[in-house]
């Protein structure tokens, strides 16, 4: 078996270096990459575009990254959570390409089934259409989406296990194995990270094949953006 | 006496079919899941990767890796399952959901929504909105009938960049139930107790078919 161990965030991100494209897991704050984040925060790698459903939070995820001026461009499907996002993109400090969320998980997925572009209804007559070929299937408008092209994946899963082999908790599952399929070089960090053949065959959600880097994240604080509680009978 | 936005989304559950999957967008639509009526099993979808969505947790039972796309913390439910995003717009595609619910800024005489971007002001994207206009075979918008300048948000055109064409099908305001025909045209099917027809013809700025006369809206 392959070990794909490495010791820590910084050794996994080591590589990583200033322009290259990202993907980072995680919806809003949940399921994102805690470790690896504040490891890219700490090497101020720059001119990053990063490709993530949200822009985290202003003091939380990516918003910690943008703070820094380290991403040249973001594409995201919903960046309503940070202001210091809003700020830079109405400022035309940073370049945006805001994507319908369905097109942005069915691009990663195209790309890590091997397929060059995807036909989808998402965004026909909208601005979004814009510069785009339609093909019409059945009476119905679809747009042509390529598949993505990043040179980096950066997922988080609850469980791994040496052979890189991923499993997803709750819905912090969200665009993770999507994008751990679509990384050139794909990096997990896990919760727990056992020996192979510790984790049942049947339950990976993501197989090692496509993770390349994994290691044991440690503190994290998985930040509830809005806590919602119900009154007890 | 016009509607207020849990009698709005109380009207709106009486559209709710047994065993429909339903996905509500954030605004009145969350509100919707209070009032789905006894012995109907209805399945919530959450486009973040959840099917069988429940209420809110108790105090102290909070679990950050179970969140809503509103990004508040839920449960699961008896039969409910986690999947990835991919699958999750999959299912949207693919018209396995039976029902969405959200919320506009405009809606157009022909259907068209526009609910994700003012120009200039406000930039926060479009999140799941135009997978799920362009994809879902039933929509209803829960709004407002004017916006808070008073001017009304049932338009001929839409003035806001669109979400998506000509997908929109019926329309629950505080004034009133609407169908948009399938030629254009609001025709008016409700109105709120006591909202004349004339009100809600100097409301609306679209084209208001009225035929006969127009129910009251109930909502027990």
Redesign the interface.
Known sequence: MINKVVSGAEEAIKDISDGVTLMLGG?????IPENCITALVDKKVKNLTCIS?NAGVDDFGIGLMLKQRQVKKMI??????NAEF?RQ??SGELE?D?I???????R??AAGYGMPAIF?????????AQGKEVRNFDGKDYLLEYAFDADFAIVKA?KGDTAGNLI???????????MAMAGKITIAEVEELVEAGALDPDHI?TPGIYVHRIFQGKDYE?????????K?Q | MSFSKEEIAQRIAKEIKDGYYVNLGIGIPTLVANYIPKGINVVLQSENGLLGMGPFPFEGEEDADLINAGKQTITTLPGSSIFDSAMSFGMIRAQKVDLTILGAMEVSENGDIANWKIPGKMVKGMGGAMDLVASAKNIIVAMQHVNKAGESKLLPKCTLPLTGVNCIKKIVTELAVLDILPGGGFKLLERAPGVSVEFIRQSTLGRLVVEGEIPEMRVD
């Open positions: 919806f809003g704050l949940c399921g459903n995201s499907s919903y960046v309503g959570e809003e993109l109405l945006v805001l319908p969320q369905g097109t942005l998980a069915t990663c997925l989808t209804p998402a965004g026909v007559g909208t601005e979004v609850w997803f908790r709750s819905t912090s599952r969200n665009f993770n194995p999507v959600h998985k930040r509830i953006e809005q806590r919602t509680i119900r007890a």
